[in-house]
C-alpha cells in the first residue's frame, strides 16, 4: 500500500462559509485516497515517513470549472471589445491556429504545467473544433497530472466560414472520431462541447444531446453571458421563452450540465437549472473583461443552486484561481453596490469553496479532505511575507487569497500522485 502522510497547517472547506483548520495537522492518504486529517498521528501510522512542511498551509487544489484552452496564447490581450466582437476579431482567428497539432503540442504543454504549477488540478475544459488538437490536449494534461474533463468543441453554424467553422456532417463526423479515441486517456475524460447557442444548428444540437443521452456523456456551454447573445438567440430560437430552452427542448440540460455565465439568468432561469440539477460556472473575471456584468451569486446560493468558479480564459486574465477567488470577492461587492436589494458579498471562505469543493462536487467528491476522496492538495509557504506580529492560521489562510510570495507553492497532489515539487 503506498501512504502518503503531510504535515502542516491543514485548511479545507467542508461546508459553503465554513473553514477547518488543524493545526498542526497530518493529512493521510492510502493508495491515493485521503483517509483523514488528525491533529495527533493515529498510532498505526507510527513510524512511517512523513512529508513534513511545518507550518506551511496545506489546502484542497482547485477545480476550475470552465476555461478555454486554445486561449491560452491570448491571454491579456484583446481587452478592448465586449464578448460577440471579441470572439469574432480575436477569439476564432486564434482558435484557428489549432488546426496546426505542433503548435498545439507547444501551448497545450505549457497550459498544463501552468495549471498544476497554481494548484489546479481538475478542469473542466474547451477545446477548438480540432479534434487532433483535443486529443493532444487531452494527453498533455494526463501527462502533467490535470485530471477532470476536455471537450472538443462544435460550431457549425455562425462563426469564421473559411477560419474556424465546420459543417454539421463533419462536426458530427468529428466528434465521433474523438470519442472513438478517448478510451486511453484515465485522468481526462471528454465532454460534449455545443460552444454556444448561436454557433450551433438544431441539427446538431439534437445529434449532441442523444449522444449525450446514448453515452452518458457531460455536457458544457455558454448561457446568458450578454444581453445581445441573449437578444441573438431569442430571434434564433423564437418557439423559446428563454436561453435555457435552447439547451434543454435538444436534451443537454440536466445534472451533467455546465452551464458558464449566467449573468443575466433570472429567478425562472435559475429554477431551471436548479430543478435540472444544472451546474452554475461563475467566471468573474471575463464577466467584467468582455463587459457582460457582475453575475447573481449571492441568489444563486441563497435558492440552494450548484455554484463552481471558471477562470474563463481568456475572457479570464487570470489562469490563478486564488486571483479569481478574490476576484468573485471583488465582483459580489460590486453587486452589492449596484443591485438594489444590495445582497450579502461574498465571504474569503464561501469564495474558497466555490473554487474548491463546489467544484470537485462535479467530479462526484464530496466537501473538504473527506475520507475517500481523491487526494488534491497543495503545500503554500508565506514565509517570505511580512509577519510584523504573529498571524492567525485563519489571517494566513484569508491572506494568501489575496497575497502570495514568489514560489509560494511548494507541492502538488493530484488523484494521488504527487504531481509538482518547488526545487
Ligand atoms: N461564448 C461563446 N464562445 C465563448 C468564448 O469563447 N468565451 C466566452 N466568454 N463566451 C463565449
Ligand atoms: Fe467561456
Not at 467544484?359 to 479532505?369: C, H, I, V
Amino acid at each position: 500500500m503506498a501512504l502518503t502522510i503531510i504535515k502542516g497547517t491543514i485548511v479545507s472547506a467542508p461546508a459553503p462559509g465554513q473553514l477547518d483548520i488543524t493545526e498542526p495537522g497530518y493529512l493521510v492518504a492510502e493508495d491515493g485516497v485521503i483517509r483523514g486529517v488528525y491533529g495527533t498521528l493515529p498510532a498505526e501510522y507510527t513510524g512511517k515517513a512523513v512529508e513534513d512542511f511545518g507550518d506551511c498551509l496545506v489546502l484542497q487544489t482547485f477545480a476550475d470549472l470552465h476555461l478555454h484552452a486554445p486561449q491560452y496564447p491570448m491571454v491579456g490581450t484583446g481587452m478592448d471589445l465586449t464578448l460577440l466582437d471579441w470572439l469574432n476579431t480575436y477569439t476564432f482567428p486564434a482558435e484557428a491556429r489549432f488546426a496546426d497539432p505542433d503548435y498545439a503540442r507547444k501551448v497545450y504543454r505549457q497550459l498544463s504545467a501552468e495549471l498544476i504549477a497554481n494548484g489546479t488540478t481538475r478542469v473542466a475544459m474547451f477545446s477548438s473544433l480540432h479534434t487532433d488538437a483535443t486529443l493532444i490536449l487531452m494527453e498533455e494534461l494526463e501527462r502533467a497530472g490535470v485530471t477532470g474533463y476536455a471537450g472538443k468543441v462544435n460550431m457549425d453554424r455562425n462563426a469564421a466560414p473559411g477560419v474556424l467553422e465546420e459543417t454539421t456532417e463533419e462536426s458530427i463526423r468529428e466528434t465521433e472520431r474523438w470519442l472513438g479515441e478517448c478510451g486511453r486517456f484515465s485522468h481526462v475524460r471528454p465532454m460534449l462541447t455545443p460552444r454556444f447557442t448561436p454557433s450551433c444548428t438544431d441539427e446538431l444540437m439534437a445529434w449532441l444531446g442523444k449522444t449525450a443521452e446514448e453515452r452518458h456523456l457531460p455536457i458544457q456551454s455558454h448561457l446568458s453571458e450578454n444581453d445581445r447573445e441573449i437578444e441573438w438567440v431569442r430571434q434564433l430560437h423564437p418557439d423559446c421563452r428563454q436561453y435555457w430552452e435552447t439547451y434543454a427542448k435538444f436534451g443537454l440540460w440536466n445534472d451533467r450540465t455546465l452551464m458558464a455565465h449566467c449573468v443575466w439568468s433570472d429567478e425562472r432561469e435559475r429554477a431551471a437549472m436548479k430543478d435540472a440539477g444544472v451546474t452554475v460556472v461563475h467566471c468573474p473575471d471575463s464577466n467584467v473583461n468582455v463587459c457582460s456584468g457582475t453575475a447573481p451569486v449571492r441568489a444563486m446560493l441563497e435558492e440552494g443552486m450548484k455554484v463552481a468558479l471558471g477562470s474563463d480564459i481568456a475572457g479570464g486574465d487570470h489562469l490563478n484561481m486564488f486571483d479569481v477567488t478574490a476576484s468573485a470577492i471583488r465582483a459580489s461587492k460590486v453587486r452589492q453596490m449596484t443591485d438594489p436589494a444590495h445582497p450579502a458579498f461574498l465571504t474569503v471562505p464561501e469564495a474558497w469553496y466555490l473554487a474548491t469543493s463546489a467544484g470537485a462536487a462535479f467530479f462526484g467528491e464530496a466537501p473538504g479532505f473527506a475520507p475517500g476522496n481523491p487526494l488534491h492538495a497543495m503545500v503554500l509557504s508565506d514565509d517570505a511575507l511580512p509577519q510584523s506580529h504573529p498571524l492567525t492560521a485563519r489571517e494566513r489562510f484569508e491572506r494568501c487569497i489575496y497575497r502570495r510570495q514568489q514560489g509560494a507553492l511548494r507541492a502538488v497532489w493530484s488523484a494521488g500522485r504527487k504531481v509538482y515539487e518547488a526545487e
